[in-house]
Each structure stands twice: as C-alpha cells, then as structure tokens.
Nanobody, 116 residues
C-alpha cells in the first residue's frame, strides 16, 4: 500500500487549498479512507471519512461546512478541499486507509500553514 499526499502549502486565513492523496497497492474503490491531521504540539485529529464506493462522507465538527472530502476512483485519488481556512487548521494532513474504524496505512503527510 502506498499513499502519497500533496497540495499543502502556505495560505492566508480565509483562503483555500485542495489536498490530494494518490493511492496504490490496494483496491481503492469501495474502501474507506480517512483524512487525519496533526497540529504542532498536538495529537492526531480525525477530520473526515469517505466510503469511496458510495461517496458517503462524514466530518469532524471542527471542519464541517468548510472542508469537503471527495474521490476519483478512476484515478485512485482522494481529495480534501479546504475552504475558509483558519489559523487553527495549521497542521500536517495525512490520508489513511481504514479498517474496522481504525486508520491502517498512512501517507507521509502534507503540511498546511495558515498564516497572515
């Protein structure tokens, strides 16, 4: 299994970014995929989950209405659209595979810095 995140960067408050996660080595379509983040000096925070087969997704309250998870099964790619970014969204963002409600395989992460 390989997960490669990209798309992070420096953005001003209120700005937007789109993160991507290229997946390989497993059957992407029909799997559950997570986005998880870790802010500086803090623990891991689950952000969102999607069933790549149905497209049904759920979000943490901290990002609901601002972030959107999506996927392109033809490209084996997971996305996270980040809108209305806040300082507290600064973190390393990881995509993970999931099984029985737990993250299993992790990418290397992509850094998002929200700063003015």
């Amino acid at each position: 299994v390989q997960l490669v995140e990209s798309g992070g960067g420096l953005v001003q408050p209120g700005g937007s970014l789109r993160l991507s996660c290229a997946a390989s080595g497993f059957t992407f379509s029909g799997s559950y995929m997570y986005w998880v983040r870790q802010a500086p000096g803090k623990g891991l925070e689950w952000i969102s989950v999607i069933n790549t087969g149905t497209g049904i997704a759920y979000y943490a309250d901290s990002v609901k209405g601002r972030f959107t998870i999506s996927r392109d099964n033809a490209k084996n790619t997971l996305y996270l659209q980040l809108n209305s970014l806040k300082f507290e969204d600064t973190a390393v963002y990881y995509c993970t595979t999931a099984s029985w409600g737990a993250p299993i395989n992790w990418g290397q992460g992509t850094q998002v810095i929200v700063s003015s």
